[in-house]
């Protein structure tokens, strides 16, 4: 059994977008946030990384390479075969349930490395913020013989036990932040007649929606009839990018580089010493 004076106050789980990332893609973020939250604080923190797109990563160079002859091949258009490719291989349901079962494996990581009484603050970018609503909501277990059903199909999802899942229940009640940036969720949202929210994690939890106005795969969610009413989430609008440099804040590239951004790096180290206090 860990230490747990050694295990840390707070996981900070970490899920990237639409895009070709490997192991280590959150890095800068992350020593950023040390750096700001000083050396006693980041010493009580974890981060976890959720790298969930290498297969398809795999798939959509093996058709780029195979195809390049027949169009120009840039990076707009490297671009959309990443958006589209990732988000028509997430709805695709071995890719989701793959998806999902990554996202379960690094959360079980985090929590190896968590005191038990720990917090957790997600940090999702893009297509992220909606695999991980997806994944909380899945986790959502109602009662009684509904909650049962749910359990199972949650298990098989994820290829585990129905204990398993279970397990994950102190997982959900610990979140006390969920931090999207990016966020496209409401274009998933307009498929759907009713869309609501996952319900509230934790009762001190809150939801804040980072969109930079400029960014054509980044949205609010309070505009979306479901969301309204949810007081515990918030759309916040910010300027990603380095001022001097108009291609990143005033084009459609600014969905990139939210990352190491002040604007978005404040609010969450806010939110890192809010759960450590």
């Not at 000083?38 to 976890?48: D, L, N, R, S, Y």
């Not at 949650?154 to 397990?167: D, F, G, P, R, T």
């Not at 959900?172 to 932040?177: F, G, H, N, P, R």
């Not at 509230?200 to 479901?226: H, I």
Request: glycine share 6%; charged share 25%; net charge negative.
């Amino acid at each position: 059994m860990a230490d747990a004076t050694k295990m840390a106050d707070v996981g900070v789980l970490i899920i990237h977008g639409i895009g070709w990332q490997k192991p280590g893609f959150s890095l800068k973020m992350q020593n950023w946030l040390k750096s700001m939250l000083g050396e006693e604080a980041a010493g009580k923190v974890i981060f976890q990384e959720v790298v969930w797109a290498e297969p398809i990563e795999e798939k959509q160079i093996a058709y780029m390479e195979a195809s390049q002859h027949l169009f120009r091949n840039d990076w707009l258009r490297s671009m959309i075969v990443r958006l589209l490719g990732d988000a028509a291989a997430y709805s695709a349901t071995a890719e989701h349930r793959r998806i999902h079962r990554t996202v379960y494996d690094a959360i079980r990581n985090m929590r190896r490395g968590l005191k038990p009484d720990g917090k957790t603050i997600i940090l999702a970018h893009s297509l992220g913020g909606h695999i991980m609503s997806n994944f909380i909501f899945d986790l959502q277990i109602p009662s009684g013989v509904e909650g049962a059903t749910k359990t199972a199909k949650v298990a098989e999802i994820l290829s585990v036990q129905n204990q398993e899942v279970e397990e994950l229940q102190p997982f959900v009640s610990s979140i006390t932040a969920i931090c999207t940036f990016g966020c496209n969720i409401a274009l998933f949202a307009l498929g759907h007649n009713d869309i609501q929210p996952i319900e509230k994690p934790s009762e001190t939890c809150m939801w804040y929606n980072y969109y930079d106005e400029d960014d054509v795969l980044g949205y609010p969610l309070k505009t979306l009839n479901g969301y309204k009413d949810s007081e515990w989430i918030r759309d916040e609008r910010i300027s990603v990018g380095r001022w001097w440099a108009l291609w990143e804040t005033a084009s459609p590239l600014s969905h990139l580089h939210y990352w190491t951004d002040k604007d978005l790096l404040d609010p969450i180290v806010g939110m890192i010493r809010d759960a450590l206090s």
